[in-house]
Each structure stands twice: as structure tokens, then as C-alpha cells.
């Protein structure tokens, strides 16, 4: 763990930013290998960045390695670390990897029920790159989480300059500085060179209490439909232990014949099951019998709504954590899914 002074004092006329670092690719550099892994620590990531007139920044790293080594239990810590500094702070920005940074900005949202904005940011070229994001993106960052505008904003990605609401967000380009969207509108704004715009506030759904998610976390797996697929995959999560599954499904929410008898079998042992759709932007919908949505409802599943697989996934970890049988959970779920 490190920590920076740069300034660290607050002060009545100088809003207070804590910067919570995890590594990602706005850390990272090349190694002996050719390989490129995380390495920068909260100093370094912050000293890169030009000074925000007028902000203190106050910066600690969490984490040290790429997202994708991150796991549930990890995004619950960090998710303690930015409870403690938004009790201190007039802003927090997070920065993380982009491979699962709209999962962790979710659970950071789906547990953050103060007005304290929390701003979650990163970079798509490392730190060691002539034209390096990570800098630009992080000053971004602290800008909005210093502007009065944004409290009560939530959970938000900041990237290439949109401000993006965590449940929506989604990383849709593998290699691109633009590589984040919201395909169902939750684009809230933009932050120019002079200027922060925001230009809608997204809903705040009740907050999970985080002291309740304590423990081990409850296994939930994702099973992606594709043309022909059987119920392997739904038999085998149950006989994993999961306590709750995700269906990646077709268009509104349907489901293969097979898949179909399998989720009634592990819904009838007692496992909760949410439905999303594997389409990139629309809610799922009970319309189609025969295997559909509709079916997949009157058997007890949970539709998700606009929610996609891996977001649906957090939600449905928490609900069980938090409610601790099926029955609590499922009300848990409910305001997370509707409209």
C-alpha cells in the first residue's frame, strides 16, 4: 500500500479527492518479458497527472494487478475502502482495469447509498505509451468528482471524456481510447478541456448494506445460450454448488427446449435464476412460449430487465448474501430489475 501528499489537506475552499488505485492498464508497463502488467504505485499513477487547480488529491492504492485477476471478495474490499474515504471526501475516483471495470462499477453502486460521487476510471494504453490516456482520464476524473453538480451522481465511469452510469456501462471495443458505451442511454454527460457537462442524473435503486455482504460470497454462475444449446451447463452449475444462475439468453429472454427443462429442475431444487439477454441493448420481456421468456417466468425465473449477464450476476450474488434465503433475496432483486 502507498500513499501520496499532493496536497492531502482539506480545507473550507479546496474540495478533497480521494484517489483509490488497483493497478489496470493506467498502471502498468512493459515488463523484462515484453509482457505489459501493472506496476505503477498510487504516487506514480497520480504524478503523471497535471494538478486540478483548486482540488486537493489525497491518493492510496488498493490493488496492484490487471482487472481480470480481480475476484468478488476483491471488489467488496475496495467497495470498504471507498465507504471509509467518502466519509472524509468530497469525491472518490477509482482506478481500475477495463476488462471488468463495469462489474466492479456496479457493485460499487449497487452498496453506495450516500451523496458523496464516486467516479470509477482507467486507461486502454499503458502507462509507458507516447500517448498515454491514463493521465488525461484520471484528471478527467477528479474534475467530476470535485464538481458540486455531481453529488447525489452515484457510481459513474468516466472515459475519452463521456460520463457513463454504472449500470449501463459497458466496454464495447476491445483496443479503442473510445472504447466504453451505454447502449440503453446511460450516458450522463461529458467532460470537455474547460467544462464539466452533466446532462441527466441516473436513478438510485436501494443500496445494499455492505456490513451484511460478509462471509463467503454465494456461487452464482453465468450460462450463455447459443444455437442448439442443451442444459449441460445448467445441471453442472447446480452441481457446482451454485445457489443462483444467470441465463445469457436469446433476444427477449428465450431459451432452448432443453435449457429450458433444466432451469425448471434446478428452480424446483431451490436455486434463484435471472434471465438477461445476450442482445446488446433492450430489457428482456415474458412474450414467447415454447421455451420463451414467458415460460422461463411462470417457472419462477427472475427477468432482469435491461440488466446484461455479468452485472446481473453481481446483483444476484448480493441479493443472496444480503437476504440470506430465497424467498428475502428475491425482494431484494426486485427494485434492481424493474423498469
Not at 483509490?20 to 503523471?48: F, K, M, P
Not at 509507458?128 to 452515484?154: C, F, K, M, T, Y
Not at 421455451?291 to 453481481?314: C, E, F, I, S
Amino acid at each position: 500500500m502507498s500513499a501520496v501528499t499532493y496536497p492531502t489537506r482539506r480545507n473550507d475552499l479546496m474540495p478533497l479527492v480521494r484517489v483509490l488505485t488497483t493497478g489496470g492498464t493506467i498502471a502498468s508497463r512493459r515488463a523484462a518479458d515484453g509482457r505489459v502488467v501493472a506496476a505503477d504505485s498510487a504516487d506514480e499513477v497520480l504524478r503523471a497527472v497535471v494538478p486540478v487547480e483548486g482540488v486537493s488529491i489525497a491518493a492510496e492504492e488498493v490493488f496492484r494487478v490487471g482487472s481480470y485477476r480481480l475476484t468478488l471478495p476483491d471488489v467488496r474490499e475496495l467497495a470498504n475502502r471507498v465507504r471509509w474515504a467518502s466519509k472524509e471526501a468530497d469525491g472518490v475516483v477509482v482506478t481500475h482495469g477495463t476488462d471488468t471495470m463495469e462489474e466492479t462499477a456496479y457493485f460499487l453502486d449497487l452498496v453506495h447509498d450516500g451523496s458523496v460521487p464516486v467516479v470509477v476510471t482507467g486507461a486502454q494504453r499503458n502507462a509507458e505509451s507516447a500517448d498515454a490516456d491514463g493521465p488525461h482520464n484520471l484528471r478527467d476524473a477528479v474534475r467530476l468528482a470535485s464538481e458540486p453538480a455531481a453529488r447525489d451522481i452515484g457510481v459513474v465511469v468516466a472515459m475519452a471524456g463521456r460520463v457513463l452510469s454504472a449500470r449501463q456501462v459497458t466496454k464495447v471495443n476491445t483496443l479503442a481510447l473510445d472504447a466504453f458505451a451505454a447502449p440503453d442511454g446511460g450516458q450522463l454527460g461529458r467532460i470537455d478541456p474547460e467544462t464539466v457537462r452533466l446532462l441527466a442524473t441516473p436513478r438510485r435503486r436501494p443500496a445494499f448494506d455492505l456490513d451484511t455482504i460478509d462471509g463467503a460470497l454465494p456461487r452464482v454462475d453465468v450460462v450463455p445460450l447459443h444455437l442448439g444449446a442443451d442444459g449441460t451447463f445448467v445441471r453442472a452449475a447446480r452441481q457446482a454448488g451454485a445457489r443462483g444462475l444467470v441465463l445469457d439468453a436469446f433476444g427477449a429472454g428465450n431459451v432452448t427446449p432443453d435449457v429450458l427443462r433444466a432451469t425448471e429442475q434446478v428452480l424446483a431444487a431451490g436455486l434463484l435464476v435471472l434471465v438477461t439477454s445476450r442482445c446488446h441493448a433492450g430489457p428482456v420481456s415474458p412474450v414467447y412460449g415454447a421455451g420463451g421468456g414467458a415460460d422461463l417466468a411462470a417457472a419462477g425465473a427472475v427477468l432482469a430487465g435491461d440488466l446484461r449477464a455479468a452485472k446481473a450476476r453481481v446483483l444476484l450474488t448480493l441479493a443472496l448474501a444480503a437476504g440470506g434465503d430465497a424467498g428475502r433475496a428475491t425482494e431484494l432483486l426486485h427494485p434492481h430489475v424493474r423498469p
